[in-house]
């Protein structure tokens, strides 16, 4: 974000994926919900993104699928294939797209993970708490040169 007196830059996707990179936590659609649990809880994520042979996207599975599928079908639910809990249309944004257009479509989706594609390739993921945590960094850096400018002046 640029310093007091200059125009505002629009923050991107990309200001995030320099931060926290591009490591992105896959499946294939034929894993278990047990062990889409494991992967979840050992990477310490709420979502992973399930990739076909191709490495095409196809579907995003989220803690919130699993509950779904657990409250639906019990324990049992955990040896099903992701592939019936997973979400198949997938909400996708690209780098150059603005953290704010970002925002409005996690909030009108109701969802809190965006897979960041490049052409069709799978190229970062972005969560709420990246933006969460980015805007912050954000409001600090202005709230800093806020106080250099009143002092300097
Ligand atoms: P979340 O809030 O990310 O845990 O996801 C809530 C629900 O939205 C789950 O059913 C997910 O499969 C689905 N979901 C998560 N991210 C996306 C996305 N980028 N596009 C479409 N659906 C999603």
New binding site residues.
Partial sequence: MAAVGNQEEAMLVSDILRGKGRDVVTASPEKSLGQIVALLSERRI??LVVLGASGNVE???????IV?AIARDGAKALERPASES??R????CRETDTVQSLMERMTE???????VLDGDVLAGIV??GDVVKHRLMDYETETQAMREYITHA
């Fill in positions: 709420g979502a579907g995003i599975i989220s803690e919130r699928d779904k997973m979400t249309r997938v909400v996708s989706g109701r969802f809190r993970h965006v897979p969560s709420i």
